[in-house]
Each structure stands twice: as structure tokens, then as C-alpha cells.
């Protein structure tokens, strides 16, 4: 099974960047994660279109190098390597797509033209790494773009299209549409034509019978020989219009079936999947508040787990436990806090926000103890998942000691997929439930 790319870049593409870029741009978050749902399935097509230009392939060679992941918000906008690539692969269809993509999210034009080039730069450079880091040439760029073109259209959400950015299906899967096309209308003309003939038929026996009946009601008098013609007269007409209305009903229900199919070629079908996945919906967006902590405001989620811990805290949980076995089964998942991708040691950002809420927390109630636990999908090496979730939970819990609060940090686990819920095969998006990082009280 060919690697789907767009796994790899939603790793740079994640919470924390979308509330940035919300912030940024002055939109909401729910707004921007559904632009960025239609913009990237585009611009991995575009690439994959696009895979065996040398300046494509150039483009994403730079990109590697040129420090773009690391401050996507910021360089995106004015690198040249995006807007070139932009030009290369979209040609006079960039505006068209980004009204698309702003009509469908409900973010401005503006925010919607920044987002294609955060998408891009995210996009370039996330292959780019992965070119270097496997050392792929320029070949190995061209053949993993090419492998993309038979996913890209089932991960367009709902609501979108190739042809509603200006870019026909055929643009990426050669002649599907036409193909589509021409069997649509074969089958009409061929449910038309059987249409006619049973018209014809029905004309022509309804015509012989009228005929018979009229020559025998000539040479008839007896009032009794009327019915022997009728009665077969009318069973005919009745089942003539029985057999016209479904010929008509048989034609709609194919028309409305194959037109269907064919737009399905160039929209979504939900799965997800996820990246294999289409891609899901996006989730209702959550808006960060003020949790209240001793008279000190912090920015989080009601429910969330600033909101959690201070409740518990607070109603003499932590305080009235007897021991480490009344507390290890409530884990508390940290919102915000996202490592980059296969990194156990550089934060994505908007992470800071929150391990600085905790130590805030844990300041204010320093007799209270914690662990920390790393948690990956079920993807992968599991000796490689324990030792990443191991490390990353060893780097929180060193930026807690750093803060001050080292003492109340008892312990940092990795636990790998241990715990897992979703399927390997599931959907990028399914899975990232499971890729999380966690704490708990401890005794």
C-alpha cells in the first residue's frame, strides 16, 4: 500500500496551528480547519498533477532545507518557492480556487489566500523532509506524487469538488469523467429507446384491437358480443399505462443514479477516511474561556483539563485520596500540548499555553503530585511508539522541573499503543484520539 502523504502533513496542520491562524487572521477556528480540509487534498493534487515537472520537484528539494515547517504562519506568505510553485501547478486557476475555498469555510478571500500558502508551504515541506530523510531523489518525489492521484478526489470534503476549484476531474484522473460521461448517456439513450419502442408497441396492439372491436361491433348486433371486445380493450390500456409509467420511473431512477456516480468521481464520500481515508467532517470547534484558579484567570476549555484538575483540586479530591490506587484510573488529556510530527522534542505551537497553565495549577496546590504518560496509535513499530511516547513524556516532564515544579512531577511513562482504541487501518483522523499526552494525580 502506497504512503498517503497527507497523513504525514496533518501533523504540521494541527490544533494549535489552527487556533493560531484563527487569532492571525481573525477567523474562527472551525472556519479555518474547514478551509485547510479542502485546501490540502487540492494541493496534494496539484502536486501529484504536476509530479513530473522539474520545478515541481525542485520546489519541494528547496523546501527541505529551507527551514519552512518551523514557521509556518510567518514565511509562508512571502516565500517565493510557494508562490512560484502556486503559479506552476494552478496556473490562472489560483483565484478560482480560493473563492471556492472561502465561500465553502466561510472565511474571507484574504484568510482564504493566506491558508493556500500555509497549506503549500506545510505541503512542500513535509515531503521534502520525508524525501531527505529516506533519501529520495528526485525520481522517488515524482513517483510518490504520481502515487497520490488515486486517492485525492475521496478526500475532498463534503461539499467540494475538483470542478468547483475550476479543475475538471479529468485534469488528475485522466479520462474517468469522460469515460463517466459517455456511459451516462449510452444508458439514456438506450432506456430512451426502450421507452419508444413499448410506446410503439402499446400504439400498435391498442390500434389492432380498436380495429377488431369496430368490425366486429358492425357485423354483431347482440349487445352481449360488445364485452367480448372491450374487456381485453381495457386490460391492454391498463397494462399499456402500467408498463409506460415504469419505463418513465426505470429512466429517472438510472439518469439520477449514474449522474450521481459521476459526481462522485470529483467529490467527497465521507469516511474517512482519513486519510484513506477521506477526510471527516471537522469537529465542532471548541472556544478557549476563562477558568477561574484562586482569583487568577487561565485560558482553557470548559471541561477541558485546566477545568478538570481545578474542580477536583478544589472538592478536596486529591486531599481526601487514601493512596496512588484511588487516582490511577482518571487521566487528564492535555488540549493543546502536540509534539511535531516524530519529534519527542519540539513542540507544535500553542503548546506552551497550557503546560504553563499547569504549572500555575500545580503551584497553587503544591502538596498535589502527577505523572505523566505518553500515548501513540496503533501504527507502526510498538518498540519505536514506546520509546517516542517514553521521550516525549520525559521532555514535559523535564519543561515542568525547568518551571519550577519538578518536584511534583513523580513519574513520566510511555505507554506506546498499550491502550489504543482505533483500528491500525482506520483513518488518519480516527486514530489521532489515540496520539495524545496525558497526566494524572499521584500519592
Not at 501533523?11 to 494549535?16: E, H, I, R, T, Y
Not at 504562519?73 to 510553485?85: A, C, D, E, R, V
Not at 479529468?170 to 451516462?184: L, M, P, R
Not at 497553587?364 to 496503533?378: L, R, S
Request: some cysteine; overall charge neutral.
Amino acid at each position: 500500500m502506497s504512503l498517503n502523504v497527507i497523513d504525514l502533513i496533518k501533523g504540521q496542520l494541527g490544533p494549535a496551528l489552527v487556533s493560531q491562524a484563527a487569532s492571525q487572521f481573525g477567523e474562527s477556528e472551525s472556519g479555518i480547519s474547514k478551509a485547510i480540509g479542502g485546501l490540502l487534498p487540492a494541493v496534494v493534487g496539484g502536486l501529484a498533477n504536476n509530479a513530473d515537472k522539474p520545478g515541481v520537484v525542485d520546489a519541494i528539494t528547496q523546501a527541505s532545507s529551507s527551514g519552512i515547517l518551523g514557521n509556518l504562519l510567518g514565511s509562508s506568505s512571502s516565500n517565493p518557492i510557494i508562490s512560484n510553485l502556486l503559479s506552476s501547478i494552478f496556473g490562472d486557476k489560483v483565484s478560482a480556487l480560493v473563492n471556492s475555498i472561502a465561500s465553502f469555510s466561510g472565511v474571507s478571500n484574504t484568510s482564504a489566500g493566506s491558508l493556500l500558502n500555509l497549506v503549500t508551504g506545510a505541503t512542500v515541506g513535509t515531503v521534502g523532509k520525508y524525501a531527505a530523510d529516506n533519501n529520495l531523489g528526485a525520481s522517488g518525489i515524482s513517483s510518490l506524487l504520481n502515487d497520490q492521484k488515486g486517492i485525492i478526489s475521496s478526500l475532498l470534503p463534503a461539499g467540494l469538488s475538483l470542478a468547483s476549484f475550476g479543475l475538471g476531474a479529468e485534469n488528475w484522473f485522466g479520462q474517468a469523467k469522460e469515460t463517466v460521461a459517455s456511459v451516462t448517456s449510452t444508458a439514456k439513450d438506450n432506456i430512451a429507446e426502450g421507452v419508444a419502442t413499448a410506446r410503439e408497441n402499446v400504439s400498435e396492439g391498442a390500434r389492432e384491437v380498436r380495429e377488431r372491436f369496430e368490425n366486429n361491433n358492425n357485423n354483431n348486433q347482440g349487445g352481449g358480443s360488445i364485452w367480448k371486445w372491450l374487456l381485453p380493450l381495457l386490460l391492454l390500456i391498463a397494462a399499456a399505462y402500467f408498463l409506460w409509467k415504469q419505463c418513465e420511473k426505470k429512466q429517472t431512477t438510472t439518469t439520477t443514479t449514474t449522474t450521481s456516480d459521476s459526481a462522485a468521481m470529483g467529490s467527497t464520500a465521507d469516511t474517512a477516511a482519513t486519510t484513506g481515508t477521506a477526510t471527516p467532517a471537522p469537529a465542532t470547534a471548541k472556544t478557549d474561556e476563562d477558568i477561574e484558579l484562586n482569583g487568577v484567570m487561565l485560558k482553557g476549555y470548559k471541561g477541558g483539563m485546566e477545568d478538570q484538575m481545578i474542580t477536583f483540586l478544589k472538592s478536596g479530591g486529591y486531599k481526601n485520596a487514601a493512596d496512588d490506587s484511588a487516582l490511577k484510573d482518571k487521566w487528564y488529556d492535555f488540549d493543546h500540548v502536540n509534539f511535531k510530527m516524530g519529534s519527542s522534542t519540539e513542540l507544535e505551537a500553542g503548546s506552551q499555553g497550557q503546560l504553563d497553565n499547569l504549572v500555575a495549577i500545580l503551584k497553587a496546590f503544591p502538596e498535589a503530585k502527577i505523572k505523566v504518560g505518553g500515548y501513540t496509535d496503533k501504527t507502526g513499530n510498538e518498540a519505536s511508539n514506546v520509546k517516542l511516547s517514553k521521550a516525549r513524556a520525559e521532555f514535559i516532564k523535564a519543561a515542568l522541573a525547568k518551571a519550577g515544579v519538578g518536584a511534583q512531577v513523580i513519574a513520566a511513562d510511555g505507554y506506546g499503543s498499550q491502550f489504543a482504541k482505533v483500528d491500525a487501518k482506520a483513518s488518519d483522523a480516527e486514530r489521532a484520539a489515540d496520539r495524545k499526552m496525558s497526566i494524572r494525580f499521584a500519592k
